[in-house]
Structures are given as structure tokens and as C-alpha cells.
């Protein structure tokens, strides 16, 4: 079964939780599947461009086999309602069919070594491709648009059954690993598509303190690279990425007798690791991490410590100076909207320019440097498939040149860097201090 969710919208009472509505079941029954939005293409259907939303692996039946679901994935298109918060959204089945399975499921990677399996992590990148860094031995790619079901897994002349070897971006350095943690890094005006990879373990064997990095996109090295090690091994761990472009890893265990819990993040800036503060409980298997509207990061659940939390304040918090203060968006329909009288979000258009100003910023010695956008947390299985950061091109706004309290920004013109939906945007300083978030839709 498929359902789709739809926050409060204006005029329509749902009572301050939300609704579920049903909508077009899957062929294929699915356990732990990954649900992945695209950007936008024409339906075949109508020729009218929406969003594509794609459900991924899984299984079908731990017995059953061939498993349909771990080699396969489904598509459906979002049809919009008109306004952005009146009305419903429709999802329809993606009619294309590549796949001999049933009318409506396209192939997923089937390579030795490389397939769905559970809960794959899919990332869309700014050429339109979707790809996937799991935890078997091989990374894969395909264009959903354009090759629905068709998959590259390696560059160059690379050994397709090739394991453990630095080859095409289909190989990764380390190898196969379980329940490792994966992102897409921080995007940047000058980088983007970078995927990561860190812990897991060899199957049978002990946690590692790995991490490793590939520029996924076609145009880029497609070959991973090693990262310098981490201070301790682990899996289970959920890596956040933070609006100052760094990445905090948190959570876990490791595979010693007994089994270790990691109580102790690691933040990395640029691969270099550094210790955090420890937890006071363990976060193992199933426990989260999300990146707070404040600027921390809220870690909770697990198998140990089910119905606790804590809340972890980044070096930035304390140790970074001063914060700006009372952030606001100025540009034509850039307007908050209001649901039951209070503001809640800014109406941004891909290309757009505004202008970000805030207060509290000494003239001195402080200005705004960045302004960036995260994605809202969604956490599953110690990973988050969308999961973004993106520091948007900006600039001193030219009309007040000498303000320290002022820049001019503007959203990526693409989809596909920077998805339709709703983001937290942030106002960094030149010391990597974020604003309190606010949040803004890109339509």
C-alpha cells in the first residue's frame, strides 16, 4: 500500500496533524524500501512536467527467491495542487516499463555484488541521475528520465565483478560494507555531487574506521578515494550535515565482544575528525539524528535507549562568536504566508534572487559570509537519502555595499541540485556561526 501524507493546509481543518490519503498501490509487496523524489520531467502520459518520486528495493519475502523487490524499483508522478498549500497532492504510477517483472516496475542494478537490497541509499545529483552508494561492494548509476532501468556501474575499462580494488566509481576502497552510513556532501557553488561513505563492517567481520569520498557525477573523477580514518570503528552511526558545511557523525557501535556503543560524535571539516563531547546513553541500531531549526542536533532512539534523547550544541554554538539575529527574506513574492495567522515560510522560485538580512552582527569584526539551505530530517536505518546542504551563491548586496548585516542570494536554477519542497535556510557568518533557521518552499 502507498500513502501520501500532506501537512495543514490554508482553509482546510485537519485538525493540526496532517492527513494521509491512499493512493495507487505498488506491484510489488515491499519490506524496507527507500523512497527517493527526483526533479521534474514530462509525464508521458499528459507531457506535462512533475515531480517523479521513485520506490526502491526492499524485500519481498526473506524466502522467496528470485526477490522481485531487492533488483527492482517503482516510479510515480505528483501532480500539485495549484497552490502550494490548498488543495492535494495525486500521485499517479509511472507507466514506463523496462523491467519483465510486471507492467510499471523498472530493473534496479543486478551486478554481482551491487543490487537494492534493503533500504538503498539513492541520491539525486545535479545532472538528473540517481545514485547509489550502498553497503555491498558496488556503487551503481542511472538516469531515471531518460534510461529508466538502465544502470552504469563502473568507468574505464574497470573488471565489473572486480571487489576490493580502487576502480570506477562502481568499486568502492574499502569494500563491502554493512550498515555503514552514507551522504551527500555539502554542495557548494565550486562543488557539488560528492557522495561519502564511512564505518560498516565486512560481512563476518569487525567494524571498520573507514571513510571514503566519490565525485559521482559522470563529469567528475568517478573513481573513491580514501578519507582519513576516524578515531573509533563503527556502524549503526548517523551522519548529519551541519549549515556550516560540516559533517557530525553520531551514534552507533561496534562489533567487539561485547559490542561497544559509540557515545562519542566525531565532526568532520573536510575528512579531518575531531572528538566531540560524549552521550550519556548509547544510540545503536534504529536511533536517529536530525539537524535542529536552532542549529543542533537532536540524537534519540535505538535499540538500548528507545524513548531517549539528547541534544548536542556544535562547536559553532559556543565557541564561534557572535550570531545573527531576526533573519529575514526581502524579494518580490517572497512574502511569508500564514497558516491560522502565523508566518511560517518564504515562497522561493528556482533562479530566484532576495536578499537575506539579519541583526546582532558587530560591524567590525563579523558579516555574513554564506546563506545556505538543509533539507528537513528524514532518518531511517541511520540514513538520510534526503539529506542536503546547499550554500547558495551570494554576494554583498550592491545596493548597501558597506552592510554587514546584508547579502544577496539566489536559489540554484535546477531541481535537480535543489528539489521542490520545503528547506530550512540559514545566514552563516564569516566565522561559520549560523542564524536560527527559517524555513522557505521552493515551488
Known sequence: MVYLFEPQRLNEYYNDMGKWTRQPDLDIPRWYPTVTLLHRFP??????????????????????????????YEGYFVTMPTSPF?????????????????????DGPAQTNANFFEYPRLFLLSNGSLFMAGMQTKGARVFHENAAGIWNYAAGNEN?????????????????????????????????????????SPYGGLTTKYAEFVQANPSGSSMWQPAPLM????????LTLLPD??????????????????????????????????EASARDYHSVA?????????????ESFTSAYQIFSPPYLTLGGSRPQSVTLQTPGGVPWSVNGAATAYLLAHGQQFVVDCTGLPPTTTNLAKIVLTAPGSVTHHTDMHQRCIELASSVDP???????????QIPFSDKTAPH?????????????????????LQ
Open 43 to 72: 509525464e508521458p502520459s499528459t507531457s506535462i512536467s512533475k515531480n517523479a518520486v521513485i520506490v526502491a528495493g526492499g524485500t519481498e519475502s526473506h524466502n522467496a527467491l528470485p526477490d522481485r523487490a531487492r533488483t527492482t
Open 86 to 106: 490548498v488543495g492535494q497532492s495525486v500521485l499517479t504510477r509511472d507507466s514506463r516499463n523496462t523491467s519483465s517483472w510486471a507492467a510499471g516496475v523498472f
Open 160 to 200: 565489473p565483478n572486480a571487489v576490493d580494488v580502487i576502480g570506477g566509481f562502481g568499486v568502492y576502497v574499502n569494500g563491502q560494507r554493512a550498515y555503514d552510513s552514507s551522504v551527500l556532501m555539502p554542495i557548494t557553488p565550486f562543488a557539488q555531487d560528492y557522495v561519502a561513505r564511512t564505518g560498516g
Open 231 to 238: 578515531h573509533k570503528d563503527r556502524w549503526h552511526g548517523n
Open 245 to 278: 558545511g560540516s559533517i557530525l557523525e553520531v551514534g552507533g557501535d561496534s562489533l567487539l565482544t561485547p559490542p561497544q556503543p559509540r557515545k562519542t560524535p566525531e565532526l568532520s571539516k573536510d575528512f579531518q575528525w575531531t572528538e566531540m563531547a560524549a
Open 290 to 302: 536530525l539537524l535542529l531549526p536552532d542549529g543542533r542536533v537532536l540524537s534519540a532512539g535505538g
Open 399 to 409: 545596493l548597501q555595499p558597506t552592510n554587514n548585516c546584508r547579502r544577496l542570494a
Open 421 to 441: 519542497g520545503y528547506y530550512m535556510l540559514w545566514a552563516v557568518t564569516n566565522h561559520g556561526v549560523p542564524s536560527h533557521a527559517v524555513w522557505v518552499v
